[in-house]
């Protein structure tokens, strides 16, 4: 897989055939998530959601190197945060709300449960930052993600993989937004850690 490399480092949007957030047709769609874990074992929590995710993807993922991150907004002990970037060219058969619905799928099958308090912590998180160039709000989904600006542990991985990315509807690239973003001193990206369990994909 294409772990950590850049997908394309003068991107700043996409276009697509369709901008109906509900039409699907024949067009591949370019999707940046953001991945976060700090509950059991965070690590191996990201790779299992990484490689579910691939399972929808046309070309091998692109993957930033996970970052550990201090909990932001989160109940008082929480453990910190594994997060992680990933860029996919998405088959065509899916549209932005029915593919969230899928990343729900992945986090409840990685143990995530309904939570009974605001920002607690979770096995798996799978945020949709971006669809496309779609720019959309429903009772379900924003897009693109809206609090993206505000949060380094997103940031960080992101400009990892896609410094020139330009979010739908926005003019500031991902490096100049995290160069904006208050940082979190703490924060650490693990440089050696091996996505691929073994060397079979």
Known sequence: MSWGSNPDPEIS????ESRDPETTGNTAHHVF???GANLGDPLNNLRSGVFELA???LVRPTVSSPWITTPVNCPPDSPPFANAAVYLILTPSFAAESFLQRCQ?????LGRKPPTAPNQARPLDIDLIAFNDLVMTTRRLI?????????????A?????APKFVLPGQT???AELLAACPPDPSARRLNDFRWQPSDKI
């Open 13 to 16: 949007g996409f276009s697509t």
């Open 55 to 57: 399972k929808f993807s």
């Open 143 to 155: 897009l693109p993600h809206p609090r993206v600006r505000q949060r380094y542990f997103v940031l």
């Open 33 to 35: 998530l953001s991945l």
């Open 105 to 109: 799928i992945i986090e409840k099958t």
């Open 157 to 161: 991985p992101l400009h990892e993989i």
């Open 172 to 174: 500031l690239t991902v």
